[in-house]
């Protein structure tokens, strides 16, 4: 007989006949004493008596002889228990599904009250994150900023396994769903991006959501690591998983054993954040990683930490890991790749009212984005935006205002604010102006900067209190914001190291005291450059486009990333350019400064010159192009932040080719600015592609100087709108040498199609033009082939993935109508039907210049098939005709295939993946023109 057959009869007569089920599985006898006591079907003395039994089977032998000798009621309230508390007795879930157990109305008014120790440790943990994740700790130690206050959404791209952009991710709470999958078989999701675009703030945001409720409720642990802090470890250190977990997130206050059970039995109620992979530096190797067999294994944290990862411990938990761009992350087991572009012009917008409550200062800010290109485009960035706006809020509130003039606002400039804002800090608002600042802190900066410096050496972010305490550090200068606490992993007490609160920071620190010192030599100056370099030249002999900071020395360190080695040689060619003299000279005396600018120099020329000699070259539409990899952008930006033309026109006389190429090479808005500042520099014209980067409508005005030389702009899958391309028409038809314009995949509108009409009207150059994956519907693609029918230059012409359907259809069909020099158009994937396409096939019957045409994947019948066969019939110039995934079936083909009969121009007839049936009798299968 089925248990469910007995439920309607008798809970005790079930009880009693599930006994050894019960008595074996039930582990949580407080939760069933509490709510049976507190429910008055125990009394104290029943609690008493089950008690006094010393093992865990005969305490709940004697709950059962109670619970039968009471009743019905008590039995059904037993069950209920059992029910209601599912984490407590998880064991029991097949016996409670195979008695269909259903409570009676009277048991469902009892509130239930859960003290297990799985749930009471979830609290714990959703208390202690909601606590930490209030207020945002990156900066200074003396103020507490709300998170809620300061966060914002910025850019969050889901990149493909290609580095493509398969759209963008809309909020937080998609960040395991199946948008943007590509391995159905990894369970991390990958962020990354350069520093500063507020991965770890995000990390913040993502368990402030869970600790208050607003997402992943499924989520029962979340625990959170900074891969950084595994420094902490020794090289013998080992632990099992349970010990990683709870000694390094919070304790479980009851049965601590109870609950690592329950999230080895379900791992995906857990939720893993791992902030920083790239600063993971230990004495541990990838190459040898001690296996695990079971979750009770003890290994390096290191080895648990590559485990979870990869899904050998817990599989099936969810796991969020992040890292700066460029750090190389095994494709095994990430499910998902976001990577973080930072502030778009909306972004900004939105940041800027939660950063100033005052209306009247909300818009002075905005004014001076407004009026500086230059100014917005830093502050796309999110890290270098928040101290920009840190150091506005300080003079605002001194009533003072910041140097934030027409001219261009170096990084170097924005750090040197943000340092001046935190001396001033101690002194109660009083401001002394930068130079006297400077001067007073000395010793501070020295110091500080001594710190920083030997952390470098050894990729060391976090410093213990032994090493604050052998600098002599004041306690007043740690208090100043630079540095924060971090809690230590090493059993100490909480608090006892320091961080700074970036690790950008702690790279400016770097070289401010590599500069200031008087005792430090040329050699250690420069030494940085020399790192860098010999990773570029990896990177040039293994022709790689992953970031300069990706560094490949595996067998020294797999985690390890240069990018703030970059910063530090970018922020030394700022100190000692030739404007930042007047302040440095309070610091350091004028002949050691001179000795160190000449040696800067020189080797700025040496970096030059050996870079661009192992540039690989090629031809490519008749120009010279030379593929430059990600180390060019740095040596641009350290090149533009020394603001020295001379240097400038000498990397330009180096060049060598007439096309650069900067695709993915993680070039953002502000690196356009130094582009354009070498580009300015160069003497004739030349071709520019900075396909797939994150330049923005920011990068695009920071390229205004040197569009007059530009012949080739090729800005594809940039994030670029409608207000990008209106400076686009501005600048190129002023210059009118525009010959290639790519825009493909960005964010254009109708409203942005007037501005490609106008480049098309009067830039009597141009010859090639690609719109592809934008937002045209049938109002931009009018617009666009009207401008079209007038030019009797462009010959190119890619609009694949819009919308323009048969209205722009029709416009595009009156545009190649008799066209002179029209011979490449890709009209695919536009959501055109049949009478789109017979617009189309009578104009061709009055064209002779169209070679190929793509209309692959739009919603052609065969009643297309007849337009295009009679168009065939005329048409004897048009090679290659595409019509890939439409509808097109057998009865179309053959007619396609008639029309061929009397066509001797068309080399290909292309028709994948239409609904066709093959066999040899088709008419159209032996017509060898038609591809299917």
């Known amino acids: ?53 010393s093992t865990r089977a005969d305490q709940v032998r004697q709950i059962l002889d109670l619970v039968q000798s009471k009743g019905e009621e008590a039995a059904e309230c037993f069950i209920y228990v059992l029910y209601k508390v599912p984490e407590a007795y998880f064991d029991l879930n097949p016996w409670l599904a195979e008695i269909d157990f259903q409570p009676s109305e009277q048991i469902q008014s009892l509130h239930i009250t859960n003290n297990d120790p799985v749930t009471l440790y979830s609290k714990k943990l959703k208390q202690e994150l909601c606590s930490d994740s209030k207020f945002v700790k990156s900066y200074s130690l003396e103020e507490e900023l709300m998170l809620q206050e300061n966060y914002v959404n910025g850019v969050m791209e889901l990149i493909s396994d290609r580095n493509e952009n398969l759209g963008q991710l809309k909020d937080l709470g998609s960040l395991f769903d199946d948008n943007g999958v590509i391995n159905e078989e990894g369970e991390t999701t990958f962020i990354y991006g350069d520093a500063g675009m507020g991965k770890t703030l995000l990390i913040q945001k993502l368990q402030n959501m869970w600790a208050k409720g607003e997402g992943y409720s499924d989520v029962k642990f979340f625990f959170r690591f900074r891969c ?6 020794n090289a013998d250190t080992v632990l099992s998983l349970k010990d990683l977990l709870f000694r390094y997130n919070c304790h479980p206050n009851h049965d601590p054993d109870e609950v690592f059970r329950y999230i080895l039995t379900f791992p995906e109620t857990v939720m893993f954040t791992f902030d920083g992979f790239d600063e993971m530096h230990s004495s541990f190797h990838l190459s040898n990683i001690p296996e695990v067999s079971l979750p009770t294994d003890t290994v390096h944290p290191a080895a ?36 973080l572009r930072g502030f778009r012009a ?37 890290l270098f935006c928040w101290i920009i706006f840190k150091s506005y809020e300080h003079f605002h509130f001194i009533n003072e205002s910041p140097e934030f003039s027409s001219r261009s606002v170096t990084l170097t400039d924005i750090f040197l604010l943000i340092v001046e804002v935190y001396l001033n800090l101690s002194t109660k608002g009083t401001n002394r102006g930068q130079a006297e600042t400077y001067r007073r802190g000395k010793e501070t900066l020295l110091l500080i900067g001594k710190l ?51 690790v950008t920071l702690q790279s400016f620190f770097t070289a401010l005291f590599l500069v200031i010192d008087s005792g430090t030599s040329t050699t250690e100056l420069l030494k940085y450059f ?63 400064l001179k000795v160190k600018r000449k ?95 994150n330049i923005n409508d920011y990068g695009v005005k920071e390229l205004i100087p040197c569009f007059r030389k530009l012949t080739v702009v090729r800005l594809s899958v940039n994030q670029i709108t409608d207000e990008g391309v209106k400076v686009l028409a501005e600048e190129l038809t002023k210059h009118k040498v525009i010959k290639f314009l790519g825009l493909y995949k960005n964010l254009i509108t109708d409203h942005g199609a007037k501005h490609v009409a106008k480049i098309i009207l009067e830039c009597p150059l141009l010859q090639y033009l690609k719109l592809g994956y934008n937002q045209f519907t049938g109002e931009g693609g009018r617009r666009i082939a009207q401008a079209l ?144």
């Not at 950084?228 to 470890?233: I, M």
């Not at 485990?307 to 190389?328: I, P």
Request: aromatic letters at 8%; hydrophobic letters at 40%; a neutral charge.
């Open 452 to 502: 920083a410096y030997g952390g470098m050496d050894n990729s060391c972010f976090v410093f213990d209190n032994d090493t604050i305490t052998s600098l002599k550090i004041p306690e007043q200068d740690l208090k100043l914001g630079f540095l924060r606490t971090v809690k230590s992993y090493n059993g100490g007490e909480e608090n006892s190291s320091f961080e700074f609160f970036h």
């Open 228 to 233: 950084r802090t595994f420094v902490f470890f």
């Open 599 to 693: 040696a800067l120099k020189q080797q700025l020329f040496r970096s030059v010159k050996f870079h661009l000699k192992n540039l690989p070259r090629s031809k490519f539409m008749g120009y010279n192009r030379v593929h430059a990899l990600t180390h060019f952008i740095w040596m641009a930006r350290c090149i533009c932040e020394t603001q020295c033309e001379k240097v400038g026109k000498l990397v330009a006389k180096g060049i060598c080719a007439d096309y650069i190429k900067l695709s993915f090479c993680g070039a953002s808005s502000s690196d356009c600015g130094a582009i354009s500042f070498l580009l300015n520099q160069y003497q004739k014209q030349i071709a520019l592609e900075l396909d797939n980067n």
């Open 304 to 339: 648990l930490f590559m485990h979870l990862l990869s899904g050998k411990l817990l599989k099936g938990s969810r796991k969020v890991l992040t890292a700066r761009t460029g750090c190389q992350v095994s494709g095994k087991f990430v499910r998902k790749r976001i990577m």
């Open 1 to 53: 007989m089925e248990l469910n057959q007995l439920r309607p009869q008798s809970y005790v007569h079930l009880v009693t006949r599930s006994r050894e089920t019960l008595v074996s599985l039930i582990r949580n006898i407080k939760c069933l004493l509490d709510n049976l006591l507190d429910h008055g079907y125990f009394s104290p003395e029943d609690s008493e008596i089950v008690l006094q039994f």
């Open 789 to 932: 029918q007038k030019s009797t230059s462009v010959c190119d012409v890619g609009m694949w993935g819009n919308r323009i359907g048969d209205e722009g259809a029709q416009a595009f069909a009156e545009a190649i109508r008799n066209h002179p020099c029209l011979k490449d158009l890709s009209l695919a994937c536009n959501g055109m039907t049949s009478v789109g396409g017979a617009y189309i096939a009578d104009a061709l019957q009055h064209n002779t210049s169209l070679r190929i045409l793509w209309l692959t994947e739009n919603q052609f019948t065969d009643d297309v098939a007849q337009s295009f066969g009679e168009m065939l019939k005329v048409n004897q110039t048009l090679q290659h005709l595409w019509l890939v995934k439409n509808h097109i079936t057998n009865y179309g083909a053959n007619i396609l295939a008639e029309a061929l009969d009397h066509n001797t121009g068309l080399e290909e007839l292309c028709l994948h993946n239409n609904p066709l049936t093959l066999d040899e009798n088709e008419p159209f299968q032996m017509n060898s023109r038609i591809k299917t």
């Open 346 to 382: 909306d972004n900004l917008l939105e940041y800027t009212n939660l950063f100033f409550k005052e209306p009247s200062v909300q818009m002075s800010v905005l004014s001076h984005l407004n009026a500086n290109h230059n100014f917005s485009s830093l502050c796309s960035i999110p």
């Open 530 to 592: 020399g790192h860098c370099a010999h990773s570029q030249q990896e990177e040039v002999s293994g022709n790689l486009m992953s970031c300069i900071c990706a560094k490949k020395h595996k067998q020294v360190d797999p985690f390890a990333n240069n990018d703030h080695l970059q910063f530090i040689n970018l922020f030394l060619c700022g100190l000692l350019s030739k404007p930042k003299q007047v302040l440095l000279r309070h610091l350091v005396p004028s002949s050691v």
